[in-house]
């Protein structure tokens, strides 16, 4: 399974992280264009995350689709801390 990752205005976010839920060591990054590659099978499902964004899961039900991603930012934003003295 490959695809790109992009945020909600369509720029490609490089660096997001990908895996696959319960299966543990497969996950990946997007690369500095936004495009992934995952081995995953049908029924599983896969976690998309970024700093500052929603996470997303999205269940495999086509082994062979390329997908496009859109992540929204996260209705918590940090605030800006400002540290003195």
């Given at each position: 399974?490959?695809?790109?990752?992009?945020?909600?205005?369509?720029?490609?976010?490089?660096?997001?992280?990908?895996?696959?839920?319960?299966?543990t060591g497969?996950?990946?990054?997007?690369?500095?264009?936004?495009?992934?590659?995952?081995?995953?099978?049908?029924?599983?499902?896969?976690?998309?995350?970024?700093?500052?964004?929603?996470?997303?899961?999205?269940?495999?039900?086509?082994?062979?689709?390329?997908?496009?991603?859109?992540?929204?930012?996260?209705?918590?934003?940090?605030?800006?801390v400002v540290?003195?003295?």
């Open positions: 399974m490959e695809g790109t990752v992009y945020d909600e205005t369509g720029v490609t976010l490089p660096g997001a992280t990908i895996f696959v839920k319960e299966k497969i996950g990946t990054t997007s690369d500095g264009m936004g495009k992934f590659s995952i081995r995953a099978e049908y029924g599983d499902k896969i976690i998309f995350s970024f700093v500052g964004y929603e996470n997303i899961e999205y269940l495999v039900i086509e082994e062979s689709k390329t997908l496009e991603i859109r992540m929204s930012v996260g209705a918590q934003q940090m605030e800006e540290v003195t003295g």
